[in-house]
């Protein structure tokens, strides 16, 4: 099989020029076929604050109501996604932005109201990766596009849906390992998953699930960092080959055999 690389950049990059601009250098110079997943960062809140459109969360998750629709599919699907695709334009990566709505490529549905209280998270997408048009995207792939997808799905219905980045990138990577050796790459700005969150140098090399209960019982891994996890185990239980969790300045090394960054396997 071909090697594909999925690759998550995280909301602390997108929110740095200078990072953002050497991370898609790296993205660049990757020779094997590539998927670059993003959210919005800060600014779909700073450009919200502009237009008196307030951020709602609730246990960290944005509240997506119909002003919110608007603003970030301008600001992810626009401001981020086309500013990515023309840095990598100058790179020489033919990159192609897209949401899931293009070439009906990640069909969602919206979220149904959760918990005890019925919680309405608005117009969020949850995903089902045995839904997408594997074929629309692995068409971009064989002619050498690379695919820069802002975190932005569809209900079929004419509606755009919210959908978390890691997710996309997730279920991406699930759609496509039937066709290609699949590495999931979650970017951000530690250099892996650490034993312990004061100490940069303390990075988990590789975690298995027996590891990963160990560490979970030892109460050693900070909270923020559980499901990036749990979303790369649910990757590989549906046939991803591995998943890497890191740093995105080390972007190049992660996508060799000599990995720096926390390899999830079984």
Known sequence: MERLFVIKVGGNIIDDEGKLKSF??????????????????KIATTIGNKLDIESKYINGRRITDSDTIDLVTMVYGG?????????????????????GADGNIIPAKKR??????????GWVGDLNSSK???????????????????????????????TNADTIASSIAVALSAYYDVRLIYCFEKKGVL????????????????KYKQLLDEQKLFAGILPKIDNAFAAIDAGVQEVLIGDADDLIQNTTDKTTGTLITQ
Not at 86 to 91: E, F, G
Not at 112 to 121: C, I, K, M, R
Not at 132 to 154: C, E, G, K
Not at 195 to 210: C, L, P, Y
């Open 24 to 41: 898609l250098t790296s993205v660049a110079s990757v020779k094997s076929h590539k998927i670059v997943v993003h959210g919005g960062g």
């Open 79 to 99: 401001l981020i996604n086309k500013k990515i695709v023309a840095q990598l334009q100058a790179l020489n990566c033919n990159a192609i932005g897209l949401t």
């Open 112 to 121: 149904p109201p959760l918990g005890d209280g019925g919680v309405d998270f």
């Open 132 to 162: 997408f048009n594997v074929q629309s995207l692995m068409l971009l792939l064989q002619n050498n596009f690379t695919p820069i997808f802002a975190s932005l799905t569809h209900d079929g219905q004419g509606h755009i849906l919210n």
């Open 195 to 210: 034993e312990n969150v004061e100490d940069e140098n303390s990075v988990i090399t590789n975690i298995n699930k027996e």
